[in-house]
């Protein structure tokens, strides 16, 4: 019967640093290698349709997940919401990426380098390895990284320092937008109730609501190490340009 498939079994147990989960990250970094060659590779038009179609895809994939859970009347909205950052950025995938925009993009950048790749490191999946739960976890935060390295580098979206403030505050926006949501359902969105049952870096962080504050001070850091990058892209690019500019007047001179 379909509903003994393991593919659609919702019980099947997660273990972080499993096989299961080293091989999901063995498979991720080729992709990401893939993603961020062909962004140098093919032309603007080609890299704004590999980016469509990769945005559908991860849309496709939260609302299949949550059409088989509603086929198999396990749906419910203390837990099944896509208000997740990660859930509501794949959700929303096909709008935030549809266009090149440099600020919704440098929201979207530091949001999901700071916060999608610790949940790969320390995933909390909604099942094990076959089930469809397992896969929809690694589709979405695997491929928003891929699909936000592609776009920076498809489309040249350098984020600015400045950045990281506008994307903390939006973060405390969307804090107090999730508040009455989790205590009219009783929910645990964005763990503002709760740590996550697997482990995670909040295991850390001391008791509620201790480990919020913690976290909400360690986002700034995490945001800075996303920029990091970025920094030394442009410090790079700068000392480049200094070095040609040096090169070019001395040829003159000669």
């Not at 909205?77 to 959700?91: E, G, K, R, T, Y």
């Given at each position: 019967?379909?509903?003994?498939?393991?593919?659609?079994?919702?019980?099947?147990?997660?273990?972080?640093?499993?096989?299961?989960?080293?091989?999901?990250?063995?498979?991720?970094?080729?992709?990401?290698?893939?993603?961020?060659?062909?962004?140098?590779?093919?032309?603007?038009?080609?890299?704004?349709?590999?980016?469509?179609?990769?945005?559908?895809?991860?849309?496709?994939?939260?609302?299949?997940?949550?059409?088989?859970?509603?086929a198999y009347d396990r749906f419910e909205?203390?837990?099944?919401?896509?208000?997740?950052?990660?859930?509501?950025?794949?959700?929303?995938?096909?709008?935030?990426?549809?266009?090149?925009?440099?600020?919704?993009?440098?929201?979207?950048?530091?949001?999901?380098?700071?916060?999608?790749?610790?949940?790969?490191?320390?995933?909390?999946?909604?099942?094990?390895?076959p089930s469809y739960g397992f896969f929809?976890?690694?589709?979405?935060?695997?491929?928003?990284?891929?699909?936000?390295?592609?776009?920076?580098?498809?489309?040249?979206?350098?984020?600015?320092?400045?950045?990281?403030?506008?994307?903390?505050?939006?973060?405390?926006?969307?804090?107090?937008?999730?508040?009455?949501?989790?205590?009219?359902?009783?929910?645990?969105?964005?763990?503002?109730?709760?740590?996550?049952?697997?482990?995670?870096?909040?295991?850390?962080?001391?008791?509620?609501?201790?480990?919020?504050?913690?976290?909400?001070?360690?986002?700034?850091?995490?945001?800075?190490?996303?920029?990091?990058?970025?920094?030394?892209?442009?410090?790079?690019?700068?000392?480049?340009?200094?070095?040609?500019?040096?090169?070019?007047?001395?040829?003159?001179?000669?």
């Amino acid at each position: 019967m379909l509903s003994s498939n393991l593919f659609f079994s919702n019980d099947i147990p997660f273990t972080s640093f499993s096989i299961s989960h080293l091989g999901a990250v063995v498979v991720f970094i080729p992709c990401l290698l893939v993603f961020a060659k062909s962004a140098r590779q093919l032309n603007d038009h080609q890299n704004l349709l590999l980016t469509r179609a990769a945005s559908i895809f991860l849309s496709l994939t939260v609302l299949g997940w949550t059409a088989i859970h509603l086929a198999y009347d396990r749906f419910e909205a203390a837990f099944d919401l896509p208000l997740s950052i990660c859930n509501l950025f794949a959700v929303a995938a096909p709008i935030l990426f549809w266009q090149p925009n440099r600020k919704r993009f440098e929201i979207v950048y530091f949001f999901v380098l700071a916060g999608t790749l610790q949940a790969i490191i320390t995933p909390d999946p909604d099942g094990g390895f076959p089930s469809y739960g397992f896969f929809k976890y690694w589709f979405v935060h695997c491929g928003l990284v891929a699909i936000v390295v592609h776009h920076l580098l498809a489309f040249d979206l350098y984020p600015q320092a400045r950045g990281i403030l506008r994307t903390f505050v939006w973060l405390n926006i969307y804090i107090l937008f999730l508040i009455p949501i989790n205590l009219w359902l009783g929910s645990n969105y964005f763990y503002m109730m709760n740590k996550p049952v697997n482990p995670s870096l909040l295991d850390y962080f001391g008791p509620w609501p201790i480990y919020i504050l913690i976290t909400e001070c360690l986002a700034m850091v995490f945001f800075a190490v996303a920029y990091l990058p970025i920094f030394c892209t442009r410090k790079l690019r700068t000392k480049m340009a200094t070095i040609d500019h040096t090169e070019t007047r001395n040829l003159n001179r000669g």
